[in-house]
């Protein structure tokens, strides 16, 4: 069964880190397009960090400012979000997406395309956010 299991939010203070994860189980990473994403109240979904089929690319939308990270963990079937200086713009729940690729996937890696949210085939159910002190 294909599933999506995000884990790591929670609060924390302004100027802090953490690092989410995202357990897929049954899924294959490097097949994958694979899409951090964040929703906050009364606010559209949007992507903040994606990554290509076997690693090689990744791409930060520019309101991130360099804070975000992406990575994997093939072995462990496993993606993570770092986040680091924490501030309030950054409460949200947070999302992992996958969206299937092969691996002689050779597409731009872009917001506009491979990485686009309405891209995207799978939907964890999120992990939430709160920064405060």
């Known amino acids: 069964q294909l599933q999506l299991v995000e884990s790591g939010g929670g609060l924390v203070q302004p100027g802090g880190s953490l690092r989410l994860s995202c357990v897929a189980s049954?899924?294959?990473?490097?097949?994958?397009?694979i899409g951090w994403f964040r929703q906050a109240p009364g606010k559209e979904r949007e992507g903040v960090a994606c990554i290509s089929p076997g690693g090689s690319k990744r791409v930060y939308p520019d309101s991130v400012n360099g804070r975000f990270s992406i990575s994997r963990n093939v072995g462990a079937w496993t993606v993570y979000l770092e986040i680091h200086n924490l501030g309030p713009e950054d409460d949200a729940v947070y999302y992992c997406?996958?969206?299937?690729?092969?691996?002689?996937?050779?597409?731009?890696?872009?917001?506009?395309?491979?990485?686009?949210?309405?891209?995207?085939?799978?939907w964890g159910k999120g992990t939430p956010v709160t920064v405060s002190s």
């Open positions: 997406a996958f969206r299937f690729a092969g691996r002689e996937w050779k597409q731009p890696l872009s917001w506009d395309g491979g990485c686009n949210r309405n891209a995207m085939n799978y």
């Open positions: 049954g899924f294959i990473l490097d097949d994958y397009v």
